[in-house]
C-alpha cells in the first residue's frame, strides 16, 4: 500500500559529503515536492517539478539541487552537505488535477556532522 | 512574519478532552485550507480539507476557517490516546499550481490516558 517511498530512512554523512535523497511514487503523480522540517519552522519548500526534467526553486532552494530524469522518481541532492543541513526531508507528490491532497513519504531523516 | 503563523504548541490533554488547534494566515488570496496528522517517524497525512469560509465536520474533528479574520481552527472532541500526533495546518491561495503549499509550524499534541 505504499505510495511513495523514500529509501532512505536515516543517513549520517559528514560535511562536504555529497548526498542524494531518492524518493519514488507509484501513483503516475505529475508534482513532485521535496520539503525540509525543521522544529519550530515547520515544512519548507525547497524545490518542486510538475514534469519530467522539469524542476522549480522553492523556499530554500541554497545549497540544494533536484532531478527528475523519469516521471515516478525526484531526487534531492546535497552537493556539499553541511551540518545546517541537518533535517527531516519530505519527498510528497500529487496528482495535477489532485488540487492540495499531497501524499508524503515516511521521510529521510539527515545527520551531517 | 511567516505567511502562516501556528501555536507551536506542546499540547498535553487528558483523554476525552476538546482540543483546539489554531492557525493565522496574512494573504487574503488563500482560498484553500488544509490539516495535516503527522505521527511520529512518518510523514503527513490530510485530516481535513476546506475551501474558503466555513465549517467541516468529521467524526469527531470539525475545522472551520474564518477568512474575516484571517483564523483556520482543528476541534478534536472527546481526544483519544491514538490522536496524539503533530497538527500541521495549510493553506494554498485560489491560483496555486496543485500542492505548493504554505504550512503553518506544527503543534504537537499529547493525549494522556
Known amino acids: 500500500d505504499v505510495k511513495v517511498t523514500q529509501s532512505s530512512r536515516y543517513l549520517v554523512k559528514r560535511t562536504g559529503e555529497k548526498v542524494f535523497l531518492e524518493c519514488v511514487q507509484d501513483m503516475d503523480h505529475e508534482n513532485m515536492f521535496w520539503y525540509r522540517q525543521d522544529p519550530g519552522l515547520g515544512l519548507r519548500l525547497i524545490y518542486f517539478s510538475y514534469d519530467v526534467k522539469m524542476k522549480e526553486k522553492g523556499d530554500i532552494p541554497e545549497g540544494y539541487s533536484v532531478s527528475r530524469e523519469k516521471k515516478e522518481r525526484f531526487s534531492l541532492i546535497l552537493e556539499s552537505a553541511s551540518t545546517n543541513q541537518t533535517s527531516m526531508y519530505l519527498c510528497a507528490s500529487v496528482d495535477r488535477l489532485g488540487a492540495n491532497v499531497l501524499t508524503f513519504g515516511a521521510g529521510s531523516r539527515l545527520t551531517v556532522l | 512574519q511567516k505567511e502562516v503563523e501556528q501555536d507551536p504548541g506542546p499540547l498535553s490533554v487528558p483523554e476525552g478532552a476538546i482540543v483546539s488547534l489554531n492557525c493565522t494566515y496574512s494573504?487574503?488570496?488563500?482560498?484553500?485550507f488544509m490539516w495535516y496528522r503527522q505521527y511520529s517517524r512518518k510523514g503527513p497525512e490530510l485530516l481535513m480539507y476546506t475551501y474558503s469560509s466555513g465549517n467541516k465536520e468529521d467524526g469527531r474533528f470539525t475545522a472551520q476557517v474564518d477568512k474575516s479574520s484571517k483564523y483556520i481552527s482543528l476541534f478534536i472532541r472527546d481526544s483519544q490516546p491514538s490522536d496524539s500526533a503533530t497538527y500541521l495546518c495549510?493553506?494554498?491561495?485560489?491560483?496555486?499550481?496543485?500542492?505548493?503549499?504554505?504550512f503553518g509550524q506544527g503543534t504537537e499534541l499529547s493525549v494522556k490516558p
Open positions: 494573504n487574503s488570496a488563500f482560498q484553500y
Open positions: 495549510a493553506t494554498a491561495p485560489i491560483y496555486n499550481q496543485g500542492g505548493k503549499l504554505i
